[in-house]
């Protein structure tokens, strides 16, 4: 939720900021600012909860899907990626 509910764009140029991990450099930039409309709270709530209403029936078609852990060296990432490609995930049949 911080990640997302954090992020800003300068409408001048286009530059992308999180007031955490990467604030504006300028109080003059920071005033300028904005907020997409997807990123308020409200609405990455009602993202997630989509998510989960419907993951069950996407883990239940594809049965042998792999999970991908995207939150370490991005190489690894490919590899693990690259690697379960190699070995096509089979799905049920309609």
Same mark, same amino acid.
């Given at each position: 939720m911080e990640r997302?509910? +954090?992020?800003r764009i300068d409408p /001048?140029?286009?530059? @992308?900021y999180h007031t955490t991990f990467r604030p504006a450099p300028t109080p003059e !930039? +920071?005033? @300028?600012? @904005?907020q997409?409309?997807?990123?308020? &709270?409200?609405n990455i709530e009602?993202? /997630?909860e989509a998510y989960y209403g419907?993951?069950? &029936?996407l883990e239940d078609f594809y049965e042998d899907a792999f999970y991908?852990?995207?939150? +370490?060296?991005?190489?690894? /990432?490919?590899?693990?990626i690259e690697?379960? !490609?190699i070995k096509p995930v089979p799905c049920k049949k309609i």
């Open positions: 997302l509910s +954090q992020r /001048v140029t286009g530059e @992308r !930039i +920071q005033a @300028r600012l @904005r997409n409309p997807k990123d308020k &709270e409200e009602k993202h /997630v419907n993951v069950k &029936e991908v852990n995207a939150d +370490q060296d991005p190489h690894a /990432v490919f590899e693990f690697s379960c !490609i």
